[in-house]
C-alpha cells in the first residue's frame, strides 16, 4: 500500500490535493496521513497550551478526512516550522509520496520561497505538486 502525505492549512487550496488523490488512486492502493503544522508554536508555553492549540485544528482536519470516505486516513499535528516538519515527518513515516497543492500567489511571497519549493528541493521521496485550481466562491 502506498503511503500518502497530504500537508493541510485549512484553506480550499490546500484541500485540492485530497480531491487530486480521489481521482488518481481507489482506497485500497493507498493510506492517506493528512497533516497540519501549526507555526505559531513559539507562543506555547505549557503543555494545557500545546493541548488547545492542537484540539483547535483537529475539526479541520477531521473535515478534510471526512472527504476521503472509504480511504484509510490518519491525521497529526505537528508544531513548527512547516517545510521543516512536513520532510521531518515524511522521513520517520516512510512516506512514499507527499501530495501539496501549488499556490498561485506571486511577488514577495515568490522571492522568499515557499513550503513547497522547500519540500521539493529536500524530500527524500516523490512530491506531487498539484496546480491550484480556480474555486467557485472566488474565481480565484
Partial sequence: MLKLLVPIDGSERSKQSIDW?????????VSVTLLMVREDWDNIRCKEQYAAAKEEVLPLLQQSADTL????????????????????????KEIDTIVMTKSTKSGWIQMIGSVATQVVKYA?????????????QTGN
Fill in 124 to 136: 527524500k521521496c516523490v512530491v506531487v505538486i498539484v496546480p491550484e485550481q480556480p474555486t467557485k
Fill in 21 to 29: 488523490i480521489k481521482g488518481r488512486y481507489k482506497p485500497e492502493e
Fill in 69 to 92: 470516505s472509504g480511504f484509510s486516513v490518519v491525521t497529526e499535528v505537528r508544531f513548527g516550522r512547516a517545510g521543516e516538519e512536513i520532510l521531518r515527518f515524511a522521513e520517520e
